[in-house]
């Protein structure tokens, strides 16, 4: 065959680590480059696919089919979103067309088909056709589908013969119509109806009402017809009068919905302040970076309260303003609100939101804004990382050390980590904020491979909570459970809320209580599918693992042994919730959790109460701890900060300390001192200790020795390989042909021991979990290279012995939460 031609590799969305390769027709040539979609056969069935360049190699088994179509539409992506995608498949070892996926909104990445429809000229040519003609028996398909139209690919997939040249042919003549639709009618583009003028062709005679809309038209221009409609009585009548005298025409425009925000209206600030000192000299650095137009990492430390987000806005307002783009990336969707308002009340950039608390619908609209290159700035949570944005100058990170910026299902990988990625790749400006770095983060600034910018003290010099670590083992007990409340917490409580003043109170588990034992039998409620406790969840008296969702209804007896002896122990939100109740009956509370806030515009809802003072008391899961700037709140308590020490996890410590420092810089934040009672049956635990210093860097000094030690981040890097099955014999069988295969890998290149290091295979802390068998094996390395590669070789080698179904593998490249 010619040497002319060519050969393309395409990215499917399916679970596989590799792509594929087709040949390219020479009349689709011109249309072609990498980031189109293109549909293209797999097997008998037909997939829509990203371009991604020219095959580097060619498969030699199988043979090369040619694609179908090239997809003209929206959804393609451009060459610089490609090469980030690329790499996020490659360094977090995630199939590259999950990959892709996941950077559309939802609803565009099904959709994949083009709807053909018979138009009135086609039926027309439907009576003069012969009929065996090719033309003929297309327009009898089409015909038989009615208005529903037809797809393009189930079309091309009747024929055997390749039919679309000669759809094109019918396209032209006016015989096809095609309606490009989305399998999911929710994300479909919004009109509205305008109206305007026609150009006149003959008088004709008008009536009064008539002639005042044409008059208005005349001097208007094009108008919504709501708008008519609110101007003249009858608009619809008169309008329908007039288009059928040929005088006006209706026509519909596309808008974008806008998302709402609820109470966002009190939240927009008065006129910008004078930065302060340290604001400044951290503006100026970043400036300067941005004019050198290359790529800058920076580290913005500045301890809570001390204006960090002020420098992020001046930041993004000196990118915009150099006509280049930002993404201000959040940890949590309710603090993107917040920060809406404060864009919206200080300048005129339009910007767009992205994040999954948006329906399906505006999450296209603002992804669309984003791609039409109409949005200046991206505000958004993880995923928008991936926002289709041209001329990125700024990508900022707030709360950079946020666990949440890691992806834990489907496709993992870090939001903060693809930042800095991008920002490189774009030639922008990072910057990284926190008032508790990672440790990840504060070592790079420690090695000069970010620039430290810090803001040590509190905006006006207010000072820092003061914090006071209560030792609940000296708490008597009342039974067989200590109260939840120390007393001095409780007095605390009441006289903030007799001084007209706010309190957080902050338990890091949601639900009422965390197990049920028969005192009678020691039966406890257990999760069948995940072998952890069921939590217990009031109002509608439900046992329900978190894990998995698995749900009963309580029974008020022992399901074992009958008794009526049910003890609930452990507290959670709820409980926490219900109990303050008691105690201060009169006192409006609310809580927020993942319980309360799955209504869209939840958090919003409750930060706007809080604003507004309705309400005095919130409680609330680490969802509190973040970023909210509430100037009443004077008071936080923690009841039970052991919580998250306790986890079997590297980071546990150095979570604990982020958890509580953030909680307790949500105190004393207006005029007013604020004031923090931790209670702990650990007092003594370093990460409390330095908590209630509020000292992130002796935090810092005494974590790292620890880490280096033990050989973990930021010294080395990991790799978790995760394998998960329900059947324990399937598993343990992998689990040794693995150890085996590692060991023999170690044997065979000594050099190897040098770089890596392999723990396990173990059963992981949570063994069972959704009714499967989970273990892991722990890799470690000094460089990433060799370690990646390493891993990689292993899994290709062990999907080889392990085909298909049975044992599933999961690579978690840089894991966060390790349970
Ligand atoms: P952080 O993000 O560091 O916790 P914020 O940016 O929320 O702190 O700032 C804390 C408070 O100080 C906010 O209410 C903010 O409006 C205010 N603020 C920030 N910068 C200044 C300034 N230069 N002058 C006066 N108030 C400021
Ligand atoms: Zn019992
Ligand atoms: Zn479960």
Request: glycine share 8%; aromatic share 8%.
């Amino acid at each position: 065959m010619s040497s002319a031609r060519r050969y393309i590799e395409v990215a499917l969305p399916l679970p596989v680590r590799k792509t594929f390769t087709y040949e390219v027709p020479p009349d689709l040539e011109e249309a072609l480059s990498p980031g189109k979609r293109v549909l293209v056969p797999l097997g008998r069935r037909l997939l829509t696919g990203f371009v991604l360049g020219p095959a580097p190699t060619l498969p030699t088994h199988t043979a090369i089919l040619p694609i179908r179509e090239v997809l003209e539409e929206e959804v393609s992506l451009s060459p610089k979103l490609l090469e980030l995608l690329l790499w996020t498949s490659a360094y977090y070892m995630q199939p590259v067309g999950e990959v892709i996926k996941i950077s559309l909104p939802a609803g565009t990445q099904t959709r994949s088909k083009e709807t053909l429809l018979l138009t009135e000229k086609g039926i027309d040519a439907l009576g003069i056709l012969g009929p065996e003609s090719m033309e003929k028996r297309i327009l009898d398909e089409m015909a038989k589908k009615g208005e529903e139209g037809i797809s393009s690919a189930s079309l091309i997939r009747k024929f055997s013969s390749p039919i679309r040249s000669i759809l094109g042919k019918m396209r032209k003549k006016g015989w096809v119509g095609n309606k490009e639709d989305l399998e999911r009618p929710t994300v479909r583009e919004k009109t509205i109806n305008w109206v305007r003028l026609r150009p006149f062709q003959e008088v004709v005679h008008l009536t009064g009402r008539q002639k005042e809309v044409v008059t208005f038209l005349q001097t208007a221009g094009e108008v919504p017809v709501a708008e008519l409609k609110v101007r003249f009585k009858n608009a619809s009548a008169v309008l329908a009068k007039l288009k059928t005298h040929g005088l006006v025409e209706i026509f519909p425009r596309e808008v974008f919905r806008q998302p709402s925000w609820e109470g966002l209206e009190d939240w927009i600030d008065g006129p910008p302040f004078l930065l302060t000192e340290d604001q400044n000299a951290a503006l100026r650095e970043i400036i300067a970076a941005l004019d050198s137009r290359k790529y800058q990492p920076f580290l913005l430390h500045g301890v809570t309260g001390s204006g960090k987000t002020e420098v992020y806005l001046r930041a993004i307002d000196e990118a915009l303003s150099r006509g280049r783009q930002a993404l201000l990336l959040v940890p949590e969707i309710s603090l993107t609100g917040q920060l809406v308002a404060y864009f919206q009340g200080r300048t005129s950039y339009p910007l767009a939101v992205l994040h999954s608390g948006l329906s399906a619908g505006e999450r296209y609209d603002e992804w669309r804004k984003v791609k039409k290159g109409l949005a200046r700035l991206v505000i958004g949570a993880r995923s928008a990382i991936f926002a289709p944005l041209e001329s990125l100058g700024i990508i900022i990170v707030d709360e950079e050390h946020d666990p949440s910026y890691k992806q834990d299902d489907k496709v993992r990988y870090h939001a903060r980590d693809l930042a800095l990625v991008r920002g490189k790749m774009e030639d922008a400006v990072v910057v990284l904020g926190s008032a508790t770095p990672s440790l990840e983060s504060y070592h790079n600034a420690r090695e000069g491979k970010f620039r430290l910018l810090s803001l040590p003290s509190r905006i006006d010099g207010r000072p820092l909570p003061e914090i006071q670590v209560l030792d609940m083992r000296l708490e008597p007990g009342e039974g067989r459970e200590r109260p939840l409340f120390s007393r001095p917490l409780r007095e605390a409580l009441e006289e903030t809320i007799a001084r007209g003043e706010q309190a957080f109170l902050f338990l890091n588990r949601r639900g009422f209580s965390t197990f049920v034992l028969c005192r009678d039998c020691g039966f406890t409620y257990r999760c069948p599918n995940c072998n952890v406790s069921l939590v217990y969840h009031l109002p509608d008296r439900t046992f329900r693992c978190h894990y998995c969702d698995y749900t009963l209804y309580a029974a008020d007896r022992c399901p074992q042994c009958a008794s009526s002896a049910l003890l609930l122990y452990g507290s959670g939100t709820q409980r926490l919730e219900e109990e303050i109740k008691k105690m201060l009956p009169r006192v409006p509370v609310t809580r927020m959790d993942r319980d309360t806030t799955t209504r869209k515009g939840s958090h919003q809802k409750i930060l706007g109460q809080l604003r507004r003072g309705e309400v005095n008391l919130l409680v609330g899961t680490q969802m509190i701890t973040k970023g909210h700037d509430l100037p009443r709140v004077t008071l936080v308590g923690v009841p039970a900060a052991d919580l998250s020490l306790n986890l079997p996890d590297f980071r546990a410590g150095e979570r604990t300390f982020q958890l509580l420092t953030q909680v307790a810089g949500r105190a004393g934040r207006g005029d007013l001192p604020g004031k923090v009672f931790i209670q702990s049956f650990n007092p003594g635990h370093y990460s409390i200790q330095m908590a209630r210093g509020q000292d992130y860097t002796a935090f810092f000094e005494q974590e790292v020795p620890f880490r280096r030690q033990m050989s973990y981040p930021p010294f080395v890097r990991l790799v978790n390989l995760r394998f998960e099955d329900n059947s324990e014999k399937r598993i343990t069988r992998f689990a040794q042909a693995l150890e085996e295969r590692v060991q023999r890998k170690f044997k065979e290149d000594p050099r190897l021991g040098a770089q890596l290091e392999a723990l396990g295979p173990a059963v992981a802390p949570l063994g069972k979990l959704k009714g499967r068998h989970r273990y892991q094996m722990l890799f470690k390395g000094k460089e990433w290279k060799p370690l990646h590669e390493f891993v990689e070789r292993l899994l290709v080698e062990m999907e080889a012995e392990f085909p298909r179904g049975g044992v599933k593998l999961i690579v978690d490249v840089d894991p966060v939460h390790m349970l």
